[in-house]
């Protein structure tokens, strides 16, 4: 309901409301007689009346003006309440109205759910855990607490550049932080009020799934580059290259136009390759002869490489300590020495390589000497066993840790390429002395570690069978581009 006033030109009456004309035009002319009665000294109907029945009928019109409005202001706020409902159900029920509905509805709810924010972060050079989180204003003490926390499960001190960290609040509350050390792997600190600390820390998996890949190539110049052409991965070829080591030194017995199949497992996330696994079948060709390689869980519980008729393809001894290198000067009886200039017998290989690459050594042992010693300045001697001594000079440093009687495993880095002592630019001269002659690294073909037994043949034959079928596929040529396909004869 609604009400409309009309101006009216302003006189000596009361103004009012419509409706209420007519009687306030009696009550006018009602005064007017009164005046006429008072000039007489009395009211009508009381001729001659006293003064307070004149004051009497006064309060009486007040009180009933009064009653009067008030009613008007009551019945136009219950109208204006009741126009506002039927605003707010047209608003959520009229149809082809629904998205006001729908926005009304979100809005109502955004206004009594909680904040929820996600905050994504990639290391950089100068990130730390604290740093990120110092960023965003979360006080020391907390960042320092649930470091300690998170340091039950993993060390945040650890944080890598290209890592990934989230973290999640709720309300300005911090819910959970992840942090990605790997592409599959995690850490996890979720919020726990019952927990000492107010947080857990947990490692976690990201869900992955494991394929087998297969690949092929022809050496044209050298192994890393055939194989990173055909699509293997610089640590595949790396495993590679270890898995033969005792066969194949891969710096100086490739040939052009050696090949080399190789199937490998590899980890995808959400269909994406992210990690390399583990070699399960090789191949190489080396000028002309074949060299094969199974890897086998063995029945003891342990596992390794395997040749075709069940040999380990581990040696006692690497063929090189090195795995980045050129030879620079071969075992001979009579080498002439450019700083002697003398003529004198060179009992071993020396390998050109940048000072500060790392030296392996070549087999498991117990380490006799390191140190100086005259012109082969830094030094080391590994005892292997009962037959086998190797030795490693002209080292820039000794690897920390390394010195007499520690014991050492095969392929553990014992020291660096440098060019003390008698030399003329950083190399390693290497040695090897077999019941105590020394023998011609290159030439040296040292026992495997073990071969199957009766038991364990018979699992490996089906395997092997499977694994090399699958390496002569014809579809480990799909890897080949078109220079490594005519290199091949395709």
């Not at 993993?154 to 959970?176: A, C, F, H």
């Not at 790392?358 to 830094?378: C, L, Q």
Request: charged share 25%; glycine share 10%; proline share 3%.
């Amino acid at each position: 309901m609604q009400f409309y006033f009309k101006s009216k030109k302003r006189d000596n009456t009361r103004p009012n409301q419509a409706g209420s004309g007519k009687s306030l035009s009696g009550a006018s002319t009602s005064g007017g007689r009164a005046r006429e009665n008072r000039k007489r000294g009395g009211f009508p109907n009381s001729p001659g009346g006293s003064a307070k029945g004149g004051l009497a009928l006064r309060y009486l019109a007040l009180a009933v003006l009064f009653v009067f409005s008030l009613g008007i202001f009551l019945i136009t706020s219950r109208d204006a309440v009741s126009s506002k409902k039927e605003i707010s159900q047209v608003l959520v029920s009229a149809p082809g109205d629904s998205a006001v509905a729908a926005s009304v509805a979100a809005q109502q709810e955004l206004d009594i759910s909680p904040s929820l924010t996600t905050v994504e972060f990639k290391v950089k050079g100068n990130d730390s855990f604290y740093t990120i989180l110092d960023g965003m204003d979360v006080p020391a003490e907390q960042i320092v607490r649930m470091a300690r926390i998170a340091g039950s499960v993993y060390n945040l001190s650890k944080v890598k550049v290209g890592d990934k960290l989230s973290v999640t609040s709720i309300d300005g509350e911090i819910e959970r932080i992840e942090y990605r050390f790997s592409d599959i792997e995690g850490m996890r600190l979720e919020r726990d009020l019952q927990a000492s600390g107010g947080y857990t820390a947990e490692l976690f998996e990201m869900p992955f799934i494991v394929e087998q890949r297969l690949v092929h190539g022809v050496i044209d110049s050298s192994l890393y580059e055939a194989g990173r052409r055909a699509g293997a991965s610089p640590a595949i070829i790396m495993e590679f290259t270890d898995i033969f080591a005792w066969d194949v030194d891969f710096s100086t017995d490739i040939r052009k136009g050696d090949t080399f199949s190789v199937l490998y497992e590899i980890a995808t996330v959400d269909g994406k390759a992210i990690d390399a696994g583990k070699v399960l079948a090789a191949e190489v060709v080396n000028s002309g002869r074949k060299h094969a390689a199974i890897y086998f869980n063995e029945s003891g519980g342990g596992s390794g490489y395997y040749n075709l008729e069940g040999r380990s393809l581990r040696r006692t001894l690497l063929r090189s300590p090195l795995r980045y290198r050129r030879i620079s000067s071969y075992f001979s009886k009579r080498r002439y020495h450019p700083i002697t200039k003398r003529y004198r017998p060179h009992h071993g290989i020396d390998y050109a390589a940048p000072t500060g690459t790392p030296i392996e050594t070549s087999g498991d042992g117990r380490v006799s000497f390191a140190g100086w010693k005259r012109g082969y300045g830094n030094y080391i001697v590994i005892k292997h066993n009962s037959i086998y001594t190797t030795a490693y000079g002209h080292l820039s440093r000794i690897k920390k840790g390394i010195r007499k009687g520690r014991k050492v495993k095969q392929g553990q880095v014992i020291g660096y390429v440098g060019s003390t002592g008698l030399s003329t630019g950083p190399h390693l001269h290497y040695e090897v002395k077999q019941r105590g002659r020394h023998v011609n690294p290159l030439a040296l073909k040292s026992a495997p570690r073990r071969s199957l037994n009766k038991a364990e043949l018979q699992t490996f034959s089906a395997l092997r069978r499977d694994l090399m079928a699958l390496l002569s596929r014809s579809d480990t040529l799909l890897a080949l581009n078109d220079k490594d396909k005519k290199n091949a004869g395709i």
